[in-house]
């Protein structure tokens, strides 16, 4: 019989989740002899046998991968012929350069483990750290590539030897698990007070008993702490939102199951398959009547709650226990009673703990008792945050279960490292095809975030171990990513590039969706400096590559207080009515506001402009009372949201909007201050702006020759806004563009900047 030879490197998510024995399992029934092992590349198997039968491999690996596994190439040599015998599987091979090995992200508990976890018999029952290939840590407990034990931080844990055996089968569901363990061997859990005392009985039991006395406790997860209570409470839940300073913002709510929420939710199709996917996300669900009569105080006035799935052995155990041990699975069918807030664990503005130590000095003072386990998690890692928007998953925030997955791009290029924003803060590195967004860091404007930031560069390049050949940031110098962007550079002797902020929003799009043409690019967002030196945010652009060319802006409002504008929408209205020469009114329509006189008479002396539809948008809810001042970044936005969607269509006349070079919002928010129906006035204000933008864009896209719009920056997490401009878009005959692999706000910034630098770097 002729006897082939091929070497086959695979490259993709192909580490540490089960593809050597699954390639061993396939090899034996094709009768192939060779090997498999991990390597820098990813993957590599030399394969030799029938040729028919060898010419299949690919085929075979990309149809019958495995579930967590993603095959980005498949690269195959044709080699000599070896005297050999069998398949095997070989250890990790680390020399080389990881150019491409890529590890996974954290994933839920799957039904296998799931279905050991509570089945009384089985010698994992009830073990809060059960997990096999398909399923648990990844990214979170990872230290270096090649993925393997020794790189983990279960190096700790040696295996007992009937851990071991499974570990060493290539037959069995765990082999080669890294965080593979079992009571006997593995991590363990301990309930304790804030000093570090052990509390006596069992800690799922006693944890429970707590949140059902009303107490807050901290839960560790994969990437971090959480602070739990019951989100039926309201006690618990107004002592949680004190203790943290969070007088309003949402909070997350973790529920059994889907039926769990069917009283409280409407839902639309793609919720529940986004709900208990793997990465188990919190998802924004559209709340039924029945929302806020039960749950007051989870998202105060806005029409979306956010919930999630438990995702840990350690949630469904909590889960188990109120539903009184039940065996089998049948329980997680019903509708279960238990629902608790699951929200950060960090004090406000600091980054999320992740040290059982920290947790015992930083929660101190709002948590009531502490669920650890000693695991250590190697890197912080927040929840992620999605919601359907016509039919389609749109982030809000990606980190645990996306990160760290690499978004694919059209073209190879050089390494790039990129800084992202401000706020909502993350890095974006790319490699080769790939650009790897870290997980949410948060806002620059405390030390720790800043270190934080600063330790997640030093993982990411440790992770991937490359040097980048050029570093972007944001245009603004003074941003702690831009001053770490030049550092860095200087260190490493290469370019650092500044890119315009609302270029990068529009650039995050181009890169997700592989365009690489003229585009037109609608920017709209709260604030970025624009290059020449004033606040953007309303920002029509013709964007080719490293090249962008500013076509008009909203018309300029002023901002009065500067920064405290952006807090405190009344001062907004207040510039509206200047604007419209009616600033003696100011004075009275403010009298609750004590500085209403004096910034009537500062705004009639003249303050600096801005051109962002964040502060239209604060305008507006300023004029119609909504929300005076704001209690969490974005909130009068998300209440003038909310009141659309509950008012629902209505008319417009298109003579409340100028369409020029500038875009004029000036006679909408003329009728606004005349509005005495909140409700209809955020119907109106929204219905009035999606026609507005979409006449001006149409402008343009005759004006440039250009059929292509792209929707980049933090206005379009607005569903109204988003969905409402697909549709006027499509209805005058132009494509829309919008962020889906990243968030359209600042948590994507990064991925725009990163694919503006390699154009730069590739025009020197």
């Known amino acids: 019989m002729t006897v082939e030879r091929q070497r086959l490197v695979v490259r993709g998510i192909v580490q540490g989740v089960g593809f050597r024995p699954f390639v061993f399992r396939l090899a034996c029934e094709l009768g192939l002899t060779g090997w498999v092992r991990n390597d820098a590349q990813g993957v590599t198997i030399e394969a030799q046998g029938d040729p028919a039968l060898l010419d299949t491999l690919p085929t075979r690996l990309r149809d019958g991968k495995p579930p967590l596994a993603r095959i980005d190439a498949i690269e195959v040599t044709p080699l000599a012929p070896q005297p050999e015998s069998e398949f095997a599987i070989r250890l990790n091979h680390g020399g080389g350069t990881v150019d491409s090995a890529a590890i996974g992200p954290d994933t839920a508990i799957c039904p296998a483990c799931l279905a050991e976890l509570f089945e009384p018999t089985d010698r994992r029952y009830r073990y809060a750290f059960i997990n096999c290939t398909d399923c648990g840590p990844r990214y979170t407990l990872v230290r270096h590539l090649p993925y393997d034990r020794a790189a983990t931080s279960m190096a700790s844990f040696p295996q007992c030897p009937r851990c071991q055996a499974e570990y060493d089968d290539p037959r069995a569901r765990r082999f080669h698990a890294e965080p593979n363990a079992c009571p006997t061997c593995g991590p363990s859990l301990s309930l304790t007070d804030l000093a570090g005392t052990s509390l006596p009985g ?7 008993a ?3 006395q009303g107490q807050i406790v901290a839960i560790k997860g994969l990437g971090g702490f959480h602070l739990a209570c019951d989100a039926q409470n309201p006690a618990a ?26 009283a409280w939710v409407e839902w639309q199709p793609g919720d529940a398959a986004l709900l208990t996917q793997a990465a188990r996300p ?4 559209r709340k039924g009547p029945a929302a806020d009569r039960a749950l007051p105080d989870i998202a105060p006035g806005l029409a979306w709650l956010g919930a999630m799935l438990p995702y840990t052995p350690l949630h469904y155990l909590l889960f188990h226990e109120a539903a009184g041990r039940p065996a089998g699975l049948d329980w997680l069918q019903q509708p279960q009673s238990l629902a608790l807030i699951m929200t950060s664990a960090n004090p406000h503005g600091e980054p999320l703990v992740i040290d059982n130590e920290a ?36 982030f809000l925030r990606r980190a645990r279960g996306y990160t760290p997955l690499g978004i694919p791009l059209a073209r190879m290029g050089p390494a790039v490292l ?18 790897y967004l870290s997980q949410h860091i948060g806002d620059l404007d405390r030390v720790a975030v800043c270190l934080a930031q600063e330790a997640a560069v030093g993982h990411w390049l440790h992770l991937l171990q490359l040097t980048p050949q050029a570093v972007a940031h944001d245009l603004h110098p003074d941003f702690h990513g831009s001053r770490l962007a030049l550092r860095l550079a200087e260190e490493w002797q290469v ?3 500044a890119v315009q902020h609302h270029h990068a929003h529009i650039a995050a799009v181009l890169a997700e969706h592989g365009v690489d043409r003229p585009v037109l690019g609608l920017a709209l967002d709260g604030v970025g400096l624009g290059d020449d030196g004033q606040a953007w945010g309303g920002e029509l652009l013709r964007v080719d590559g490293a090249q962008y060319q500013r076509l008009g802006h909203l018309r ?3 901002l009065p207080g500067g920064d405290r504008a952006a807090r405190e929408p009344w001062r907004m209205g207040a510039a509206a009515l200047a604007l419209l020469g009616r600033g003696d009114e100011i004075a009275q329509r403010f009298a609750t506001e004590p500085t209403a006189p004096q910034l009537a008479q500062m705004l009639a002396r003249g303050v600096p402009n801005t051109t962002s539809m964040g502060r239209w948008f604060d305008a507006a809810a300023g004029l119609l009372g909504i929300q005076p001042r704001m209690q969490f970044e974005g909130q009068a936005a998300m209440l003038l949201e909310g009141l659309a969607e509950r008012h629902g269509p209505i008319a417009v006349d298109n003579a409340l909007y100028r369409v020029g070079a500038e875009l004029d919002l000036l006679p909408l928010v003329a009728r606004l201050a005349d509005e005495t129906d909140a409700q209809r006035g955020a119907a109106l204000f929204h219905a009035v702006l999606i026609e507005a933008l979409a006449d001006w864009v149409l402008d343009a896209a005759r004006s440039q020759g250009l059929g292509i719009v792209v929707c980049g920056g933090g206005c379009w997490l607005n569903a109204v806004l988003s969905r409402g401009m697909r549709q006027a878009l499509k209805a005058r005959g132009l494509q829309m563009l919008s962020a889906r692999a990243v968030p359209p706000g600042d948590g994507g910034l990064a991925l725009g900047q990163a694919w503006v630098a390699r154009h730069v770097y590739a025009a020197r």
């Open 237 to 262: 839940v107004a002592r949680l939102r004190a203790r943290k300073a969070r007088e309003a913002k949402p909070l997350a709510l973790m529920v059994a199951n889907p039926a769990s929420l069917d």
């Open 418 to 435: 990129a800084m992202g924003g401000f706020y909502k803060n993350a890095l974006c590195i790319v490699r080769r095809d790939q650009a």
């Open 282 to 285: 919190i998802v924004l669900l």
């Open 202 to 208: 069992d800690p799922i039991a006693e944890t429970l």
């Open 556 to 558: 300029p409002i002023g």
């Open 359 to 394: 947790a015992l000095s930083q929660l101190a003072g709002l948590a009531d008792a502490i669920l650890m386990h000693d695991r250590a998690i190697v890197i912080r890692c927040d929840d992620s945050v999605l919601r359907q928007e016509e039919g389609r998953a749109q």
């Open 495 to 497: 370019p650092a590039i």
């Open 210 to 212: 707590l949140l059902r």
